[in-house]
């Protein structure tokens, strides 16, 4: 009875690796955040930000193939708006006004199937028409133009399109 209930342990461990390995996943870094050209004054709000940003890029790898692993590299990022500089602190506020504060980034990606690259290159986003689009995203969810811009890119590059959430 041992040694069955052994072996049936040992082959869905064995399962669970082989399906970790099929789906390869999305790597994201952030190479030398703080020169980017505009992220939150607040170290806290910061690192959301940058969290916020990477569980975006992977929510966007999981379209892809399963063999494929993409690799992302931001080197720069400028978020829609600019943050209010009289109120600095945890409760500091971003005015949007649709002019010359659109959402950039910058970033270098690799596409890899079966650890040979398939695709790569070096991106330049940017969204001007930012606040007179239709956005699919929530008015209140964080970094909803940031979002847009990155899906569009994706879209455009990799010919997939973001899992779409249902609504809440």
């Known amino acids: 009875m041992q040694k069955k209930k052994s072996t049936r342990v040992l082959l869905a461990a064995l399962a669970l690796l082989a399906s970790t390995a099929a789906w390869a996943g999305t790597e994201v870094r952030f190479d030398k955040p703080e020169r980017f ?3 939150p004054f607040d170290q806290r709000e910061r690192e959301q930000v940058l969290k916020d940003l990477s569980q975006h890029f992977e929510k966007l790898g999981e379209s892809l193939k399963p063999e494929q692993t993409l690799k992302i590299a931001v080197t720069d990022v ?7 500089p009289r109120m600095h602190g945890a409760n500091a506020l971003r005015v949007l006004n649709g002019r010359a504060d659109w959402p950039r980034m910058s970033l270098h990606y690799v596409l890899e199937q079966d650890g040979k690259v398939i695709s790569s290159g070096d991106a330049d986003l940017s969204d001007m028409s ?10 209140d969810t964080r970094l909803r133009y940031e979002k847009l811009m990155i899906d569009d890119w994706f879209a455009k590059t990799f010919g997939t399109q973001a899992k779409r959430q249902a609504r809440k």
Do not use: K
């Open 130 to 139: 930012y606040m007179s689009r239709i956005n699919r995203y929530a008015g």
């Open 78 to 84: 400028d978020l829609a708006g600019r943050e209010e």
């Open 37 to 39: 050209t505009d992220l």
